[in-house]
């Protein structure tokens, strides 16, 4: 297997995490689900058994808030949901430090995406709206901005979902 990043990325409930499952499943019979979201309450935590169980049996679902490289997965078929609250970690423990928050994230993408495996990551374009009043959202939207950037750089294929259509901007198609 060869290495291969892919990412996903569109608006909130534009098809992002159907089409990465959709994908994942074409590409295996047995792919890893890694969910970055911090569990914040006990409805949460529900949220996410309910999300487990959706998937099926054929999945290894893994929760993981910030060192995704700490799972070895060589050789895999990774969906990684999503890359908006996995930033938002950084974030958050950082106290709204956005050059130290990008700094560790390009580390840690670095660090996992350094085996051969496919990683197929999902993320938001938040930046699409208007500009907030809040300045922690601002500069929240500016990390993640930079964070898509980044990581659409390194991959090989970026697919924008809108309205629940996949289309291509990467490699681009004539």
Same mark, same amino acid.
């Not at 994230?105 to 938001?124: C, G, H, M, R, S």
């Given at each position: 297997?060869?290495?291969?990043?892919?990412?996903?990325?569109?608006?909130?409930?534009?098809?992002?995490?159907?089409?990465?499952?959709?994908?994942?499943?074409?590409?295996?019979?047995?792919?890893?689900?890694?969910?970055?979201?911090?569990?914040?309450?006990?409805?949460?935590?529900?949220?996410?058994?309910?999300?487990?169980?959706?998937?099926?049996?054929?999945?290894?679902?893994?929760?993981?808030?910030?060192?995704?490289?700490?799972?070895? @997965? %060589?050789?895999?078929?990774?969906?990684? #949901?999503?890359? *908006?609250?996995?930033?938002?970690? $950084?974030? +958050?423990?950082? /106290?709204?430090?956005?050059?130290?928050? @990008? %700094?560790?994230?390009?580390?840690?993408? #670095?660090?996992? *995406?350094?085996?051969?495996?496919? $990683?197929? +990551?999902?993320? /938001?374009?938040?930046?699409?709206?208007?500009?907030?009043?809040?300045?922690?959202?601002?500069?929240?939207?500016?990390?993640?901005?930079?964070?898509?950037?980044?990581?659409?750089?390194?991959?090989?294929?970026?697919?924008?979902?809108?309205?629940?259509?996949?289309?291509?901007?990467?490699?681009?198609?004539?």
């Amino acid at each position: 297997m060869e290495k291969r990043i892919i990412l996903i990325t569109g608006g909130q409930r534009s098809g992002k995490s159907s089409y990465a499952q959709s994908l994942a499943l074409q590409l295996s019979d047995h792919p890893v689900y890694l969910a970055t979201s911090r569990i914040w309450d006990e409805e949460y935590r529900e949220r996410i058994r309910r999300h487990q169980q959706d998937r099926g049996p054929q999945w290894t679902n893994i929760e993981e808030e910030k060192q995704l490289s700490r799972h070895a @997965l %060589q050789g895999r078929v990774i969906v990684i #949901d999503c890359l *908006t609250l996995w930033a938002t970690n $950084f974030f +958050f423990d950082n /106290n709204s430090d956005v050059g130290q928050s @990008l %700094q560790e994230l390009k580390q840690e993408f #670095d660090k996992f *995406t350094a085996p051969k495996a496919t $990683f197929i +990551f999902v993320t /938001n374009e938040i930046g699409l709206g208007g500009v907030s009043e809040n300045l922690i959202q601002r500069r929240f939207t500016d990390l993640q901005g930079w964070l898509n950037q980044y990581v659409a750089g390194k991959a090989d294929e970026v697919v924008l979902m809108v309205s629940g259509i996949a289309t291509k901007i990467k490699p681009v198609q004539f």
